[in-house]
């Protein structure tokens, strides 16, 4: 069921959820799925739902090439679709397509202090190391509170290191409807407890990210034997027991987290299975599952990449489901802040 179709009565009183996703790399890696785009696809059967690439955002850091950024953003929706993101359930569109967003945007930016988006950690921390840093950087988690806004979206599921995106949006919001009147849904992020935290097989105290050595991420479009050689070379811990112990034993834990989360079974269960048997074991039945879930998953990418005027389709009618719900959230708030009205003939 499309999000703004009105052929269901249970429609409007299901809560809206909204997430957003930078299309920065080629491929998802096994913790982006996991602790992401996995929880997307369970939410849109009970909830109403927005999906969208955040490609503005991708513009923040190191603008990429202009081709690589384009097959990007069809290669991480040809990955939602894998991961079992349902076009006909949800709105899956470009935040580059809805011009609301930045519109949006600037009326925010004139709300929040210059110190408040200076101490977002990911602009501080990058400042203080000395890098380059553009405006768009400083004012990245502001399009973002525009992102969720602007959909009146209630819940947005987000790994913990977005949680502070997501207080400045509910600031903000709060700051709006307290200047102008009642305006936009606070909304709430939605961690879910349960999701594995998945670490980098390299440096288990480090999240798997695809800004460390590739070695110690699991790409989901990786060979089979890349990610066979990357799991059996994991970094493992001191003395020869599997034990799921995230302080003595980050790297075994890591491993047990991805095969439970993989495979669907429990850490207790897998811990029991593998009582006397040695990390070597251990790692054959990671490396195994893994390329059981990556290879069809990879397969389902490799056929939706090869019609991208489909994948084109997909995003027009994402945007098309998301346009009207933005250009009204624009409109109400241009009225409030006393822009005055353009008059239509
Ligand atoms: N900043 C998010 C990330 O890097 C991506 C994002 C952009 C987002 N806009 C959003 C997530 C709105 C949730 C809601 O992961």
């Not at 179709?5 to 909204?18: G, N, Y």
């Not at 992102?147 to 209630?154: R, V």
């Not at 709430?188 to 670490?199: G, M, T």
Request: a negative charge; glycine letters at 6%; hydrophobic letters at 40%.
């Amino acid at each position: 069921m499309p999000p703004t179709s009105s052929t269901s009565p249970a429609t409007s009183q299901r809560t809206r959820v909204l997430s957003g996703i930078q299309p920065t790399s080629l491929s998802q890696h096994i913790g982006n799925y996991l602790g992401a785009t996995k929880q997307w696809a369970e939410l849109q059967d009970d909830h109403e739902v927005f999906f969208f690439l955040a490609d503005l955002h991708a513009l923040t850091v190191e603008a990429p090439e202009p081709a690589v950024l384009t097959q990007r953003s069809r290669q991480a929706v040809a990955q939602l679709l894998a991961a079992g993101v349902d076009p006909d359930r949800s709105a899956i569109f470009l935040q580059s397509h809805v011009p609301g967003h930045t519109q949006l945007s600037w009326v925010l930016e004139c709300l929040t202090g210059y110190g408040e988006a200076g101490r977002m950690t990911q602009f501080k921390d990058k400042s203080a190391r000395g890098e380059r840093v553009s405006v768009g950087l400083l004012t990245y988690p502001i399009l973002q509170a525009a992102d969720i806004l602007i959909y009146q979206a209630h819940q947005v599921p987000v790994g913990e290191d977005q949680r502070q995106h997501i207080e400045l949006t509910r600031n903000l919001a709060q700051r709006f409807n307290a200047r102008y009147g009642e305006t936009f849904v606070v909304p709430d992020a939605y961690i879910p407890k349960a999701s594995a935290k998945i670490l980098d097989l390299q440096d288990p105290t480090a999240k798997m990210s695809k800004s460390l050595p590739d070695a110690g991420t699991l790409n989901l479009l990786d060979d089979p034997a890349v990610l066979t050689k990357k799991i059996k070379r994991a970094v493992t811990d001191t003395g020869s027991e599997i034990r799921f112990d995230p302080q003595t034993k980050p790297g075994v834990s890591n491993l047990l987290a991805i095969l439970a989360a993989v495979s669907s079974t429990t850490i207790d269960t897998l811990v029991g299975q593998f009582d006397g048997q040695g990390y070597g074991a251990l790692k054959v039945a990671v490396a195994e599952a893994v390329v059981a879930f990556a290879e069809p998953f990879a397969t389902r990418v490799r056929e939706t990449m090869a019609d991208p005027a489909e994948i084109d389709r997909i995003l027009a009618r994402g945007a098309e489901q998301a346009r009207p719900v933005a250009e009204a959230t624009v409109a109400d708030v241009y009225e409030r802040v006393g822009f005055l009205p353009p008059l239509r003939t």
